[in-house]
């Protein structure tokens, strides 16, 4: 039973019923429309009968008895003659002489008697119209009364009889059921229509719908190779497939990302533990010669280090990660962040005989952000460009002030950076220069902190390397008041 309570059946559904409800809507309206012009149409040309007889009725009760011999006679052929002609029958009541006459074979020489709410209305100058039976028929018919006029001695119009005009009502009922025959088919064929169109629809609007519930299935399979197939279409549904394949393209990059930092990580993570452990048996079992153990005890305290650096910065990323950087942005003074940063640094550049060149402004800079997350920042990128320069050169650590931005750019003189590997220097673990992964205090993770903090702040980071000159520039936003003043 789920089957049907799919898209397509509700949609099937939705459309069936909208379509029944406008064509009963608009059966509704047309029967009732034709109903009343029908109807309307038979009390006019009944009446209309009716009073041209009882004109008929009076002329022949006055000028016209000697054509015929008798007025009975004249008018009772009259009467027959436009009985003939338009399939309605009269019954035609004189008071003066009490005589009826009728165009009907069957009622003549019966006693006839009216309905006496009809013929008082009548006898009372009213014209009558409605469907009856008038007590003689075994059947409803349609019927019109008016009655007849003749001048009296005074030369006053005096009420003498009525007219009855008598029709069946079949002509109406054959019209309806004829109109009954016809909106039972057009239903049947716009139903039919309304289901093959809504097949159509609904298939095109399920298919990719169908095929992303696979596709999902497959991700948790495993296999994140499996897309939808574009509709071709300008539509919500196309708008959700390249959705979904846009999601399916992260979801691969991130597990192979994921892979990648597994197998970084556990490259990372092997050296040092191979090293110690290697070390230790060699110690315990003898293999090192006493007089070389604190030698190669130091190597083993200096791999400890090192491996308990890289785990520390592993759990500086996971909460990295996960922290909202944003949530604790204030204004602060990023100039008073670099010279604090020089300080801290000052033994490893002096270490490495570098000179540096601080291009500060004196006044506070005021930006936007975590102050101690783009302190950070300004410290991994020096740190990074004091371990690859050149013994002798200068580090450039300057700022430059924008209309909306301070820029912040650390510069160093060494190996130039292939173009190739420039997109690739803040992914986890990724070593541009070779050389690297000789120092020992370099887990790889520096940049991709950077990188990370950056990304949370909204901010912009840009590398450059020509002729042995690197620049990292990254941007701040200057906080409200020191955008007034710049």
Not at 117 to 134: A, C, P
Not at 148 to 154: D, L, P, Q, T
Not at 267 to 296: S, V
Request: glycine residues 6%.
């Amino acid at each position: 039973m789920r089957r049907f309570h799919g898209i397509y059946w509700r949609q099937f559904g939705l459309t069936a019923g909208m379509v029944l409800l406008t064509l009963l809507m608009l059966g509704t309206s047309f029967f009732t429309l034709t109903y009343t012009y029908m109807m309307t149409e038979k009390k006019e040309e009944l009446v209309e009968k009716a009073a041209l007889m009882a004109e008929l009725d009076t002329t022949y009760n006055t000028d016209y008895d000697a054509i015929f011999g008798s007025q009975t006679l004249g008018m009772q052929i009259v009467a027959r003659a436009a009985a003939s002609l338009s399939d309605i029958d009269f019954l035609i009541w004189n008071s003066r002489t009490n005589t009826l006459l009728t165009t009907e074979a069957s009622l003549e020489g019966q006693s006839i008697t009216l309905p006496q709410k009809i013929s008082e209305r009548i006898m009372s100058g009213e014209v009558y119209s409605g469907i009856t039976d008038l007590g003689i028929y075994e059947k409803d018919k349609y019927v019109a009364g008016v009655p007849v006029y003749a001048e009296g001695a005074a030369g006053e119009r005096q009420i003498r009889g009525m007219v009855l005009a008598i029709t069946e009502t079949q002509t109406l009922t054959e019209m309806w059921r004829a109109f009954l025959g016809i909106f039972g088919m057009t239903s049947i064929t716009v139903i039919l229509i309304a289901f093959v169109a809504s097949s159509v629809t609904a298939m095109q609007q399920t298919k990719p719908i169908k095929e992303m519930a696979a596709a999902a299935r497959r991700f948790a399979e495993g296999n994140f190779d499996a897309r939808v197939q574009s509709t071709g279409r300008d539509d919500e549904v196309e708008e959700l497939a390249e959705a979904f394949n846009a999601m399916a393209d992260s979801l691969q990059q991130t597990e192979r990302q994921r892979r990648e930092f597994i197998a970084n990580i556990s490259h990372e993570l092997k050296t040092p533990m191979t090293t110690i452990t290697g070390y230790a048996e060699g110690i315990l079992d003898g293999t090192i010669p006493r007089e070389k153990e604190e030698q190669y005890l130091r190597i083993i305290s200096d791999e400890s280090r090192r491996l308990s650096r890289l785990v520390r910065r592993m759990l500086e990323v996971s909460r990295l990660q996960s922290l909202d950087a944003l949530r604790n942005k204030s204004s602060f003074d990023i100039c008073e962040s670099m010279r604090r940063v020089l300080i801290s640094m000052e033994k490893k550049i002096t270490d490495r005989q570098l000179d540096v060149e601080a291009d500060i402004p004196e006044e506070p800079v005021l930006v936007l952000g975590d102050n101690d997350l783009i302190t950070q920042v300004i410290y991994n990128l020096l740190e990074n460009a004091a371990k690859f320069a050149r013994t002798g050169t200068a580090l450039v650590l300057r700022l430059d002030v924008g209309a909306e931005k301070a820029v912040v750019t650390v510069q160093n003189q060494g190996n130039t950076i292939d173009p190739e590997e420039i997109p690739r220097l803040f992914e986890r673990f990724h070593k541009a220069d070779k050389s690297r992964s000789q120092d020992k205090d370099g887990v790889g993770l520096g940049l991709y902190i950077v990188k990370t903090i950056l990304d949370q702040h909204r901010e912009h980071i840009q590398v450059t390397s020509e002729n042995g000159v690197t620049s990292f520039r990254f941007t701040m936003t200057l906080a409200a008041g020191d955008k007034n003043q710049h």
